[in-house]
């Protein structure tokens, strides 16, 4: 009978990377005793957006087989590195950039970085907006300061879960950091190679606003995954986000989707909801639309006060939003880290992903 049950997971597909869970090596056991099934599966990140529907498969399927009156299905999960890792220990580095500055784009990548670590993912944040530093304040760090390990390496800091290093919490508060490019350049590497980051699913870089040294100097020396843009929908902030698509298109970073912030608002007090910058705007950009994020007070005042939202609010719409933006964003990873040439990718900028076909 133990057959019989590996023969029908053979039969169920992982939906998102359409090959079998047999294939892909994510059925970790599968055993039966008086007809009681026990079977677990390793998905190819905590963060699967398509857990439910994976284990109504096999349920499903282990159930067809006879004998078999019940089953119990259990999870673990591996996030899959690439053929070479980007950094040693660091298996996916994702960008999260905008054009124009202020449209909650640390906002938007301190909430991935949170999301993805609820779900169980190990996972680093990089503030390389060196100018204008905002996360280490959203996750109430703005007082800390990087030491240094024994071997002399930036040690980041831990806070909700995510590993971080952000300019804030090297240079005193306040000041102004009068840069020229190339020292940019060397800060933001130092940062990436010499941070004892230790082992990480995802390194989450909040990239600076627009299209300049920083951006470059990092998509030119990182093996990047992937990024996404973030942007509010009106047409000054789209305007410039396009730049920022056309600069990772130069750059060869495959670009995930697209967040739309600030889409809307629910008026706490009659519930009546305003399109304040035109709803629905981000998809002028050709991306994939990952999440729509509504303008929400909790989520500004959460900031603020240094816990992120998906932790203090978490059943506002503007968390909901961002966990499931985290978890596509962690789905689409797999996928192109795994996938093979089966089909061609629905969302335009997803370089030599693959997905199901329709
Ligand atoms: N959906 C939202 N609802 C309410 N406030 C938000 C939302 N998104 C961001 N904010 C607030 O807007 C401000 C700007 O956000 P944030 O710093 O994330 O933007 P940014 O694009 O990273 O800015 P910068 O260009 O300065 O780096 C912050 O006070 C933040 O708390």
């Not at 968390?319 to 089909?343: I, K, M």
Request: aromatic fraction near 4%; proline fraction near 6%; charged fraction near 15%.
């Amino acid at each position: 009978m133990r057959n019989a049950i590996w023969a029908a997971l053979a039969t169920v597909q992982d939906p998102e990377l359409c090959r079998d869970l047999v294939s892909l090596g994510m059925v970790e056991s599968a055993e039966v005793s008086d007809g009681v099934a026990a079977v677990r599966i390793n998905l190819t990140t905590p963060a699967c957006p398509l857990k439910a529907t994976i284990e109504a498969d096999v349920r499903r399927a282990v159930l067809a087989v006879p004998g078999v009156e019940a089953v119990g299905v259990t999870f673990g999960a591996t996030v899959r590195p690439p053929a070479r890792l980007p950094l040693p220990g660091i298996k996916h580095i994702l960008l999260v950039g905008s054009g124009k500055g202020g449209v909650g784009k640390s906002s938007v990548a301190v909430g991935l970085a949170a999301s993805l670590a609820l779900d169980g993912a190990r996972v680093g944040l990089l503030d390389a907006d060196v100018y204008g530093p905002s996360v280490a304040h959203m996750l109430g760090q703005g007082q800390g300061r990087i030491t240094a390990d024994a071997e002399r390496r930036m040690q980041p800091i831990e806070a909700h879960g995510v590993r971080f290093i952000s300019m804030a919490n090297l240079s005193p508060a306040g000041q102004a950091l009068v840069w020229r490019g190339p020292m940019l350049h060397s800060a933001v590497q130092q940062f990436l190679k010499d941070a004892a980051w230790g082992e990480l699913d995802y390194l989450i870089v909040d990239l600076p606003p627009g299209t300049g040294d920083v951006q470059l100097s990092l998509t030119q020396n990182v093996t990047v995954t992937g990024a996404v843009l973030v942007t509010t929908p009106q047409d000054v902030a789209l305007i410039d986000a396009s730049r920022a698509l056309d600069m990772f298109r130069k750059a060869n970073v495959p670009v995930l989707g697209v967040i739309e912030n600030m889409s809307y608002f629910v008026a706490p007090d009659t519930g009546q909801t305003y399109d304040l910058f035109g709803r629905g705007g981000a998809r002028s950009l050709g991306l994939d639309v990952l999440g729509e994020l509504p303008l929400d007070i909790d989520a500004r005042q959460d900031a603020d006060r240094g816990t992120p939202s998906v932790l203090a609010h978490p059943q506002s719409a503007v968390s909901l939003a961002l966990r499931q933006v985290a978890r596509t964003v962690a789905g689409r990873v797999s996928v192109q880290t795994l996938g093979s040439s089966l089909t061609s990718s629905p969302w335009p900028d997803a370089g030599s992903a693959v997905f199901c076909a329709a």
